[in-house]
Structure formats: structure tokens, C-alpha cells
């Protein structure tokens, strides 16, 4: 197999050295590239489309009294009980109008005695929660809940000289470009 495409890859070099005799290397690249688009590997299929797609227009009329979902409180969390309360604590389960929050042991008071007003609250986005109930367990992880990305910090400037060293090889061009770009991106994890 690795034989077959080696020869493959290097007939269609071969190919591409006769089609196009010493050129400008800017318009070699540029041939190469749009020689190459056009025996790139068979289409993607793509994927069905799920059960969800078809049943949500269906079922919009009968649930449109139905409000918020868990999914929504989860996101909003921190929005709804504060920053501080939002770190430790996540809701877990909306069911029959009683909304149940994990929180650590040492949390649960402050949430018991804030409970009218995170339901005033949960009420205000639309949520059918009606009581509160609390389950002990362990604090929740700020990173898994987090949907925002973090910022990456940028290269200092022997990082940045250490990677322009490496690319002295590379000819200017995409190529050198892009192999900069994820040499960044490899420096900065």
C-alpha cells in the first residue's frame, strides 16, 4: 500500500515536471496547488440528518409552553446565582417544576437561603421551576463548564527569533506561512 502511493505521489510529480519546465517558483506553486485540487481523495458523505431535526418543528406547538431548559441554565449559571455561587455550584435536573442543584456541602446553606430568589430568577428566563432541591456532592470543575475559550498569550521574542530560525529553509511563500502558524500554536500550549 505505502509502495502503490509512493509511486502515485511521485508519478504525479514526474507529471507535474513535464507539464510545467522551470518556471517562476511563485507560478510553480501555483500550478502544483491547483494540480493538486483536483485529485484530492473521494467527496465526504455526508452525515443523515438526526431525529431532532425533523421532530422540533413537529413538536414547537405543544411545547411552547414549556420554557427553559436545563441545557439553557446550565449555560447560565453564573448569570443567575453569581459568580462565586456559579464556580461551585450546577444545576443537574429539571423535572416536574423542582429545579435540583449539586453543590457542596459547605455551599448548600447559602443556596437553601437564596433559593426564592434563584427561582425568581430561573422564572425571569423562562424556566417552569417551582421548588429548589439541593444534592450534595462534589464542587464543580470551573474549566468543564466553561464555553469560553481562553486567550492565548502571545510568543516572546526569543520564542518568535527561535521559530524564524527554523523556517531560514523554507522558501517565502503559503507553505512557510502556514508552518509558522502552527508553529505558534504548538509554542503556545
Known sequence: MTQRFDTGVMGLFARLR???????????????????????????WQA???AARHASPLLKPFLKDAGAGLSELKRRWPEIVGDSLGQATAP??????VLTVR???????????????ILNRCALMGAKASRLAITHGAPVKASARSDRRQAL????????ADLAAAL???PEGRLKQAVARLGRAMRRS
Not at 453543590?103 to 430568589?117: C, D, E, K, V, Y
Not at 498569550?153 to 518568535?160: A, D, F, T, V, W
Open 18 to 44: 513535464q507539464a510545467y519546465p522551470e518556471t517562476d517558483p511563485a507560478l510553480r506553486e501555483a500550478q502544483a496547488e491547483a494540480a493538486l485540487a483536483t485529485r484530492r481523495g473521494q467527496a465526504q
Open 48 to 50: 443523515p440528518p438526526t
Open 92 to 97: 443537574e435536573k429539571l423535572a416536574a417544576g
Open 103 to 117: 453543590a457542596p456541602s459547605a455551599i448548600a446553606p447559602f443556596i437553601q437561603h437564596q433559593a426564592s430568589l
Open 153 to 160: 498569550r502571545p510568543l516572546s521574542p526569543e520564542e518568535e
Open 168 to 170: 531560514t529553509l523554507l
